[in-house]
């Protein structure tokens, strides 16, 4: 059985950091790229951040860039998102999900459009002002 299990969400001030975990079984950790997604009420889905397993490179959404670093234990099957200098926007449910590997040309370009065979339950990240 396929598994992501986020944790690590919760409130926090403004200025404040959050490192959020998931951690995969049920599939070859180093034959996919995980991602973290969000989603606030109202709003479309967006992609934060990826990291490729295989080659650890790392992918990030315009609106979290130089404040959040994505990572990967491979011995625990278990990605990491640390997120610092939060803002009450970046309050959302955050998921991780896994796709399988694709190209680095692929990955450049549309991360956060492939196809996303895994996902979450979510984890809550508020930020307040």
């Known amino acids: 059985e396929v598994q992501l299990v986020e944790s690590g969400g919760g409130l926090v001030q403004a200025g404040g950091s959050l490192r959020l975990s998931c951690t995969a079984s049920?599939?070859?950790?180093?034959?996919?790229?995980l991602g973290w997604f969000r989603q606030a009420p109202g709003k479309e889905r967006e992609g934060v951040s990826c990291?490729?397993?295989?080659?650890?490179?790392?992918y990030y959404g315009d609106s979290v860039k130089g404040r959040s670093t994505i990572s990967s234990d491979n011995a625990k099957n278990t990605v990491y998102l640390q997120m610092d200098s939060l803002k009450p926007e970046d309050t959302a449910v955050y998921y991780c999900?896994?796709?399988?590997?694709?190209?680095?040309?692929?990955?450049?370009?549309?991360?956060?459009?492939?196809?996303?065979?895994?996902w979450g339950q979510g984890t809550q990240v508020t930020v307040s002002s």
């Open positions: 049920g599939f070859t950790f180093e034959d996919y790229a």
């Open positions: 999900a896994a796709a399988p590997r694709h190209s680095r040309s692929i990955m450049v370009r549309a991360w956060s459009q492939v196809k996303y065979d895994y």
């Open positions: 990291i490729s397993i295989s080659d650890g490179r790392t």
